[in-house]
Each structure stands twice: as C-alpha cells, then as structure tokens.
C-alpha cells in the first residue's frame, strides 16, 4: 500500500510539474493567437488546435515557460505579422521563411533582446528595412532575402555586433553601402544580389576578416572595388558581376587560397581565380538551405 501511495505521489507531482512547465504568460500566448488570425492560420499546412495547451502547437517551442522559438518554415502563412511580437520577450529563433506573408515588417522584432535567428526569406514583404537595431546584440543570423523591401540599407545596421549572415538579396533596396558595416566584424555571409544599390562602396571590406561570401552581383555599384577585399584570406565565394566597377585592380592581390567560386565581369580575374558552374547565383542555392537547416 505505502508502494501505491509513493508511485501516486510521484506520478502527481511529475505531472504538476510538467502542467507549470507548459504554461506560457497571457501576453504571449495571446499574441500567437493574434498571430494565428492575422496569418489565416486555419489554412496553414500544419495548423493549431486552439484547445490545445500551446506547446503542442507545431513551430512553437517552450522552455522554461516561456516561448523561445517560432518556426512556421514553408507552411502556408498569408495575411500579416500583426504587432506586439516583443510580448515573445525570450524568443530566439524566428523562421517564417517560404511562406506568403506581406505588408510591413513589424518594427518591434528589432526589440527582441534574445533573438539570435530572424528568417523571412521567400515572402512578399514591403516597406522599408528599420532603423534602429540597437538591441539586437545577440543576432546571428538576418535573411529576408526575395522580398519587395525598398530604400536604403539603414546605418544602425552596424550594431548588430554579432552577426554572422546578413542576406537581403532579390529585394529592392537602394542607395549606398551603410560605412557602418565595417563593424560587423563577425560576418562570414554578405549576400545583396539583385538589389539597386549604387555608388562608389566606401565600405572598408577589408575589416571583415571573417568574411567566406561576398554576394554584391546585378546592383549598380561602381568606381574602383576598395583595396581592403584583397586581405580578406577566408573568402570562399565571391560575385560581382553585373555593376559598373571601374576597375577590380585591387583583387590581383587576393590572398585568400581557398576561393571555390569567383564571378565578375573581368574575365581575365575571373580565369585567374578559376571560375566554376557553381557559379550560376548563390540566390539559386540559397533557396534550397532551408530544408537543411530548418
């Protein structure tokens, strides 16, 4: 009998404790059920029962009881991110990647302290990108590349100091290259194809010591290419075909051994680096590494 009633006990508080674990705050859980609505979320491939304690819902992970991630990658979101996303205070990864979300991105991701993954690539969103991104000292990762963003890239977006891939390519972004991304010291992934940037880069690239891909093809950047790439010993994949560079002098230089792709317009580097049929555009990879990583 004492062995029943020890077994109860522990089956008891074994399960309070897992009851206490899955509960979430009012504010957030009420902001995925806004985000449910505002997304059509009766129409997802893989929807939400609504009964259901939320941490049975698919993309949503708990820890702690708090949520930490929303992953809805490829699962037919439409409509809107709807406001108040900073209510998901501890959220670190974000994937609403392949999906057909539009309208503006929400200011207020940029004020989630935790994030360190933010991905929106493959959607229809408009607008422009934020300005201040201040608090996003642990993000690592900022894809929303094949999107109709528009105006320039935003100066703030220096601060991101522990950025690790920033792609933005196949948007409609203009202007010039922000002098603030010199700080971006960790970056290991700059992918801008397709852009309508333009201008001399003042940039000193040379400062991204870190830095394996360079994606600047089909903009209108032009003038002299900054002497700094060519210190740049890491670079794996670099294209810049498609703008209006006086002269790549600069890169006869290049020091990095362990370039796998190399496109631009002189064909002259282009043979000196070895150019493969790799190099179609990494925007064409690029849609695919989801899957992988998701």
Same mark, same amino acid.
């Given at each position: 009998?004492?062995?029943?009633?020890? @077994?109860?006990?522990?089956?008891?508080?074994?399960?309070?404790?897992?009851?206490?674990?899955?509960?979430?705050?009012?504010?957030?859980?009420?902001?995925?059920?806004?985000?449910?609505?505002?997304?059509?979320?009766?129409? !997802?491939?893989?929807? !939400? #029962?609504?009964?259901?304690?939320?941490?049975? !819902?698919?993309?949503?992970?708990?820890?702690?009881?708090?949520?930490?991630?929303?992953?809805?990658?490829?699962?037919?979101?439409?409509?809107?991110?709807?406001?108040?996303?900073?209510?998901?205070?501890?959220?670190?990864?974000?994937?609403?990647?392949?999906?057909?979300?539009?309208?503006?991105?929400?200011?207020?991701?940029?004020?989630?302290?935790?994030?360190?993954?933010?991905?929106?690539?493959? #959607?229809?969103?408009?607008?422009?990108?934020?300005?201040? @991104?201040?608090?996003?000292?642990?993000?690592?990762?900022?894809?929303?590349?094949?999107?109709?963003?528009?105006?320039?890239?935003?100066?703030?977006?220096?601060?991101?100091?522990?950025?690790?891939?920033?792609?933005?390519?196949?948007? @409609?972004?203009?202007?010039?290259?922000?002098?603030?991304?010199?700080?971006?010291?960790?970056?290991?992934?700059?992918?801008?194809?397709?852009?309508?940037?333009?201008?001399?880069?003042?940039?000193?690239?040379?400062?991204?010591?870190?830095?394996?891909?360079?994606?600047?093809? @089909?903009?209108?950047?032009?003038?002299?290419?900054?002497?700094?790439?060519?210190?740049?010993?890491?670079?794996?994949?670099?294209?810049?075909?498609?703008?209006?560079?006086?002269?790549?002098?600069?890169?006869?230089?290049?020091?990095?051994?362990?370039?796998?792709?190399?496109?631009?317009?002189?064909?002259?580097?282009?043979?000196?680096?070895?150019?493969?049929?790799?190099?179609?555009?990494?925007?064409?990879?690029?849609?695919?590494?989801?899957?992988?990583?998701?």
């Amino acid at each position: 009998m004492k062995n029943k009633i020890t @077994y109860a006990c522990l089956v008891f508080v074994l399960t309070c404790g897992f009851m206490v674990h899955a509960q979430i705050p009012k504010l957030e859980k009420q902001y995925l059920l806004d985000f449910y609505k505002s997304t059509n979320g009766e129409n !997802w491939q893989n929807t !939400w #029962n609504l009964q259901d304690n939320p941490s049975t !819902w698919h993309g949503v992970e708990i820890q702690n009881g708090h949520v930490t991630a929303l992953k809805l990658y490829r699962n037919n979101l439409t409509g809107t991110i709807p406001d108040g996303i900073a209510k998901l205070s501890h959220l670190k990864s974000l994937n609403l990647a392949f999906n057909v979300l539009q309208g503006k991105l929400p200011e207020d991701i940029f004020q989630l302290t935790n994030l360190t993954t933010i991905r929106l690539e493959m #959607n229809k969103l408009t607008g422009n990108l934020p300005q201040d @991104y201040s608090k996003m000292k642990q993000l690592e990762e900022l894809s929303i590349f094949n999107n109709l963003l528009q105006g320039p890239i935003p100066d703030g977006i220096g601060e991101m100091s522990n950025l690790k891939l920033l792609n933005l390519s196949s948007n @409609y972004l203009e202007g010039s290259l922000p002098k603030s991304m010199e700080k971006l010291g960790k970056l290991e992934r700059l992918e801008l194809f397709g852009n309508k940037l333009a201008g001399a880069i003042e940039v000193d690239l040379g400062r991204l010591v870190n830095l394996k891909e360079l994606i600047l093809s @089909y903009n209108s950047f032009e003038g002299d290419l900054p002497s700094g790439m060519a210190t740049l010993s890491n670079l794996e994949f670099v294209q810049l075909q498609g703008n209006d560079f006086r002269s790549l002098n600069s890169l006869l230089r290049m020091q990095s051994s362990k370039l796998a792709v190399f496109d631009s317009d002189d064909e002259f580097l282009n043979m000196k680096f070895g150019t493969s049929k790799a190099s179609e555009t990494r925007i064409v990879d690029t849609k695919f590494e989801d899957a992988r990583r998701n």
